[in-house]
């Protein structure tokens, strides 16, 4: 049983405030994840468990790609700007490893711009070895939306929900789950979908984000999500226990 | 023109102080190696150059290492373990990068522990996408010795003399350098061998390195170095510009 787990960066951090984490929401996040992981193995949070972590930029990654003009597309051939980037997201991600470690989660990391590069057409290669290795020897690994070098552009940006795709189908995963900070796709009276088959069935509730976010908002996620294998949940803060559990929180994608 | 080029843990750090960078020392190293890129390319040392560093631990990652009982055959199943070596080298790597971008070097750090995975005979695999994509581009792509993790052993030692030997397999590179605090191999004399062909030549001299080293000294490195295609060269410091125009500074192995 794989799990891909997709932290939204406008959870983790504060995203209207520049390199800011939200710690509660971290911490009360590891605690789940880490209560998650002594349940599925019965034998205390560090035991193997096929869980593999992504996160968003949130107010880390996405204020250095704007003002290096980086987008997934559009790239920079500054080594100065391509580092600001990373940097700023390593950061991010060692404030959330150090939250599960604390949790007793044996979270360790893969920077996805020392895996993967893009070709000129865009197309993403991303060696899942270390991953992969990393889950076989019961290690929870955790990924990061980040820069990645990108044939004729320098570095572009490589969003969290393309990483998370990547790891479901490269994985063979059996469950995707996106904390938001919505409680999932929400219809034009605020009420959550339940569940979504076809694109066509809720592309009249989906607009942007509401917050800076270079690599797209709920319409992108909704349309990546459908043309997974395995069915993917979008679902807020409260829902992540419930999708650790085996349960379907929020809205259902498949 | 594929260049590999280490800089070596003792050089960079002071090797018998606790996590401390040898900043004038890193910092002569950054400015040779901007000389060189720019006369590479006749046009400004941020021009493209095909040239990858890679750098030691010394008193980084070594320390911690050492603490955890981590080597490159035995490793550990601690998350806390493995990431303190990770963040130790994580550290030092980002030193180094600052100083090579303030000599305007376009460096970038690629983290083996994001990218490899050694199976259950201990054997590495490097995908090395990511590395290949930052050369194309014009960047230098920045690796060290790291954790990696190991098929039932969880994560092990990677020791950046093999990733030197890695790159210049994997890149085909045409000349390797290895920068040491010894200006070469030495004989008994205290001389510096000028060439080594075969390891018999030069067995009865070499011993381990002088301070910490979980990783080998320099009978390890001259018997890795007689192994490969491309020439490779051991020098001090002061033979990084000889080496980076083509020349032959210290000992040549081949």
Chains 1, 2 share one sequence.
């Not at 509660?24 to 949070?45: F, H, N, Q």
């Not at 991303?126 to 290795?133: A, Q």
């Not at 070098?149 to 059996?174: F, K, M, N, P, Q």
């Not at 959550?192 to 992108?220: C, H, K, N, Q, R």
Request: one cysteine or more; hydrophobic letters at 40%.
């Amino acid at each position: 049983m794989t799990t891909v787990l997709k932290l939204g960066g406008s959870v983790v951090t504060e995203k209207d405030r520049r390199e800011t984490v939200d710690d509660d929401a971290l911490s009360a996040l590891a605690e789940d994840i880490a209560g998650a992981a002594g349940r599925a193995t019965g034998s205390g949070s560090d035991a193997p468990a096929d869980l593999a972590v992504v996160h968003g930029g949130g107010s880390f990654g996405h204020y250095h790609a704007e003002e290096w003009g980086v987008t997934t597309a559009d790239g920079t051939h500054s080594a100065t700007g391509a580092l600001a980037i990373h940097e700023a997201m390593k950061t991010l991600n060692r404030a959330v490893l150090d939250s599960l470690q604390s949790h007793e989660v044996p979270a360790l990391p893969v920077h996805p711009l020392s895996v993967g590069a893009r070709d000129a057409a865009g197309d993403l290669t991303l060696p899942l070895d270390s991953t992969r290795r990393l889950l076989g020897e019961g290690f929870v690994p955790v990924l990061h939306g980040d820069g990645v070098a990108h044939e004729g552009e320098g570095v572009t940006v490589l969003s969290g929900d393309e990483i998370v795709v990547r790891l479901a189908e490269s994985l063979d995963a059996d469950r995707v789950g996106l904390c938001s900070t919505v409680p999932g796709v929400l219809d034009d009276a605020g009420d959550v979908i339940p569940t979504i088959e076809s694109f066509d069935d809720v592309a009249t509730y989906l607009g942007g984000s509401d917050a800076t976010d270079v690599t797209g908002g709920m319409a992108g996620k909704v349309q990546t999500l459908l043309a997974l294998d395995a069915p993917a949940y979008v679902f807020g803060p409260e829902g992540v226990s419930e999708f650790l559990a085996g349960g379907s929180p929020g809205t259902r994608i498949d």
